[in-house]
């Protein structure tokens, strides 16, 4: 019951974070790229039930933040507050017909995890580059899984020299280092792109490197279905090989697809974040988890805001999330097996 539970809980929080990239552009305050260069490295803004002159106020405010002129920290200008707004429309430079959850009106800033050093919104990029890392792990898992699920399918139900062949390449996919090889075809691809085909390239590189390990479970499973008394007694009745296929063999390996996505999903998202803080991936503007945390190479910016950290804790819980879900989905495939 226990691992069921926090299986439950972790399709709710994966569910939480990937709608919540797919909703960026409604939740984040501020556009990914919007630049306050009066502000950098401002810390988390506070929210105040209640006032400088202590009156109590039903819903939160916010104080401007003020830049000390040595330049080091930042106060709060208390001569008046701004409360935070809901459903607040784009600005004037911004496409018509957008909405943000929640906002403030200027010369207040609401910085709910802080800026960078550029003044840009952590939490705003936050939302923005969950799209690149989540989406960009969810979609070489599924590349990987169905290129791995096919060539595991034609290995195991063909057998013969088509197995040996996909196999030997198999194993030498298995025997490389897999993140360094990842590396070095990453490395010879140009690195010099537009954000949306550096997103296209890191997917298919991902997905393409670490199809080995699903094409061999594949195979494995198949091996032992193709020789099942039922199998064997519709290949009799003069079943198709697409129908045995469709109909008895490829439905047992769903269960194993499943997990094998649980597993893979994590790594392929530190796979991107890693490319990505190297320099090899999604480049700035536009933000990634691993660009964002590529601004912790500089020690000052490590010792001293604690709040670029941020999406590393984000990577935790996703992390921990599939770790959970892969548990459930293990302990349940084994049941069934069983």
């Not at 960009?136 to 020299?161: D, E, H, K, N, Q």
């Not at 194993?171 to 010879?188: I, K, N």
């Amino acid at each position: 019951m226990s691992r069921q539970v926090s299986g439950a809980l972790a399709v709710s929080a994966l569910a939480a974070l990937h709608l919540a990239a797919l909703g960026a552009d409604f939740l984040a305050p501020y556009g990914p790229t919007e630049q306050n260069r009066s502000l950098p490295y401002a810390p988390p803004t506070r929210l105040h039930m209640v006032d400088a002159e202590g009156r109590f106020h039903g819903w939160p405010v916010v104080y401007p933040m003020v830049r000390s002129r040595a330049g080091g920290t930042y106060e709060e200008d208390r001569r008046k507050s701004y409360p935070v707004l809901f459903l607040v429309p784009d600005g004037p430079g911004a496409p018509a017909g957008g909405v943000h959850l929640f906002g403030v009106e200027e010369p207040a800033r609401i910085f709910l995890l802080g800026t960078d050093g550029f003044g840009r919104d952590q939490f705003s990029r936050l939302l923005h580059g969950a799209q690149i890392s989540l989406f960009a792990g969810l979609l070489a898992t599924a590349l990987s899984l169905g290129v791995g699920w096919l060539l595991g399918m034609l290995a195991g139900y063909y057998g013969r020299w088509l197995d040996a062949i996909l196999m030997r390449s198999a194993e030498l996919f298995l025997a490389l280092p897999w993140l360094y090889l990842l590396f070095a075809v990453r490395a010879m691809l140009p690195l010099h792109v537009s954000p949306g085909q550096a997103f296209l390239l890191m997917v298919l590189v991902i997905g393409l490197v670490d199809w080995a390990r699903p094409a061999r479970l594949v195979r494995g499973l198949v091996l032992s279905a193709r020789e099942r008394n039922y199998v064997l007694a519709a290949r009799g009745f003069g079943a198709s090989d697409l129908y045995l296929i469709r109909r008895h063999i490829a439905p047992q390996t769903f269960g194993l697809l499943l997990t094998q996505a649980a597993l893979l999903a994590p790594q392929y998202i530190l796979a991107e974040v890693t490319l990505s803080f190297l320099g090899l991936g999604v480049s700035e503007p536009v933000p990634s988890w691993g660009n964002m945390l590529a601004e912790l190479q500089r020690y000052h910016v490590l010792a001293s805001y604690w709040w670029m950290w941020i999406p590393g804790l984000a990577l935790t819980t996703v992390f921990l999330a599939y770790y959970a879900l892969s548990e459930t989905l293990h302990s349940r495939t084994g049941q069934a097996s069983a």
